[in-house]
């Protein structure tokens, strides 16, 4: 009788004999000061692009920024805070009247719920100001991590790094800070950070990959970093 033939190896048997991917070699000390120094001068002094004129403004518009763009936000933020540019303020215009001015907004109906209440709780527990303290901060409605990272760093000067999407797409994709999630990310980049950069470090990248080492298609060709890049797939 003819002999049968060998079986084919399963996809998942023939998967785990495939040769897996090398992880990109970690970033040394000097190739991460190199990374810092060239954003840093190419932005010596970044700002948050979202409009405010206090602490409070900015707490608002943090909140209001969530799963929305900072031009969205900076349509609706001047008209509002021209009128709501303190809690005691946001209270007297109102759920209703606030919804009106953030309509625009993605998932304005429970921003507005949040604001209300979070503006009720700084005159309850903070006599009108903002908190400095983030445990304070994460207890508000509609506060995160992120949201009181950017708070801590744009109003108080705190040397806080705010992981949101851009940040976790740049610290994977570099190598820099590689993380499944956005505390990892965050947690490898407090680690690899040089001090005299950690002010100003989650801008830079956050425009950094906002405008050049973009989602879909990254400006490889025109980036700072790209020699210092560990990704594999560059565009150039």
Request: charged share 25%; net charge positive.
């Amino acid at each position: 009788m003819p002999q049968a033939k060998p079986s084919a190896p399963r996809p998942s048997q023939a998967a785990a004999r495939a040769p897996q991917p090398k992880p990109p070699r970690p970033f040394t000390k000097a190739e991460i000061e190199e990374f810092y120094r060239r954003l840093a001068a190419s932005r010596p002094i970044p700002q948050t692009e979202l409009e405010f004129i206090n602490p409070y403004t900015l707490l608002v518009a943090v909140v209001l920024s969530a799963q929305a763009t900072d031009v969205g936000v900076n349509r609706a933020a001047p008209a509002l805070f021209a009128v709501a540019d303190t809690p005691q303020k946001m209270l007297d215009l109102g759920e209703e009247r606030l919804k009106e001015f953030i309509r625009t907004i993605a998932l304005y109906r429970t921003k507005a719920v949040n604001i209300i209440q979070l503006s009720r709780i700084l005159l309850d527990e903070h006599g009108g100001e903002v908190p400095r303290q983030r445990e304070a901060l994460e207890r508000l409605p509609g506060v995160g991590r992120k949201t009181a990272s950017v708070v801590l760093n744009v109003a108080f000067g705190e040397p806080t790094i705010a992981v949101d999407t851009h940040i976790f797409r740049l610290g994977n994709r570099t190598g820099l800070a590689p993380g499944k999630t956005p505390f990892e990310v965050e947690m490898n980049l407090e680690k690899v950070v040089p001090a005299p950069y950690k002010l100003h470090a989650h801008h830079w990248l956050i425009l950094h990959g906002r405008y050049t080492c973009v989602a879909r298609r990254p400006l490889c060709e025109k980036c700072l970093i790209n020699d210092l890049c560990r990704w594999p797939e560059k565009t150039v």
